[in-house]
């Protein structure tokens, strides 16, 4: 059987605020989770996981444009600049998320917000936006807070289903065991067949797929 493909778009905070130990942590914790990623895409022929990277500071830019197969991802690091132009960041997702460019025959796309402040533009014109899509409507939907400054309004918004939380990341060993989550419990939503023909976005998955809550630990708190 031809495998069918998974998009996975990383939505990454890169602003001022983030600089020191979260950008840090968070480059180690993505780069750390590709081998999961890799072993959760082999165990699934059927799926075919593609992984893009989009930052967002006071621009929003593809950091990882074209989408490459999991197997030949190799993670760049993140350097962080500007403001938290969230909705520009949403605006470029979901032109990806039109068909063309998405092919007809994927699987549910992954979009993986992280985010440790409040947008600083019109961000719900561009979730509006991903929302107006077929693709965005049956995305499978993750976003992760980092400290206590995070909107986690806007986040839960991003969601679009009040039975998913928001996955708090208050500490460097917080935020790795997210993006651990994020990297492979969403790529296996993402690439399993719906019975029924239905779908299962992030509007439309129940409290199965909700997100560990991640205990505290003696980590400094951000």
């Not at 799926?47 to 006071?58: C, G, P, Q």
Request: aromatic fraction near 6%; include cysteine.
């Amino acid at each position: 059987m031809e495998s069918r493909p998974v998009h996975f778009i990383w939505i990454l905070d890169c602003s001022y605020s983030m600089a020191g130990e979260k950008i840090g942590t968070l480059n180690y914790a993505i780069r750390e989770a590709i081998p999961e990623m890799r072993s959760v895409a082999h165990d699934n022929a059927s799926a075919r996981l593609l992984i893009r990277v989009l930052t967002f500071s006071s621009t929003a830019r593809w950091h990882q444009a074209t989408p490459v197969p999991v197997d030949d991802f190799t993670w760049q690091d993140l350097q962080v600049d500007g403001g938290t132009n969230l909705g520009a960041a949403l605006s470029l997702v979901a032109r990806e998320l039109e068909t063309p460019p998405m092919p007809q025959r994927a699987l549910k796309p992954v979009l993986a917000l992280v985010s440790d402040g409040q947008p600083l533009d019109e961000w719900r014109d561009g979730l509006k936006a991903i929302d107006a899509t077929p693709w965005g409507r049956k995305a499978v939907r993750v976003a992760i807070a980092i400290g206590a400054d995070a909107d986690r309004s806007v986040l839960q918004e991003f969601l679009g289903n009040p039975e998913l939380p928001v996955l708090d990341a208050n500490s460097p060993k917080q935020l790795a065991a997210a993006i651990r989550w994020a990297s492979t419990a969403a790529v296996k939503a993402a690439s399993q067949p719906v019975a029924g023909g239905g779908t299962a976005g992030g509007k439309q998955l129940g409290p199965a797929f909700a997100p560990p809550r991640l205990q505290d630990d003696d980590d400094d708190v951000w």
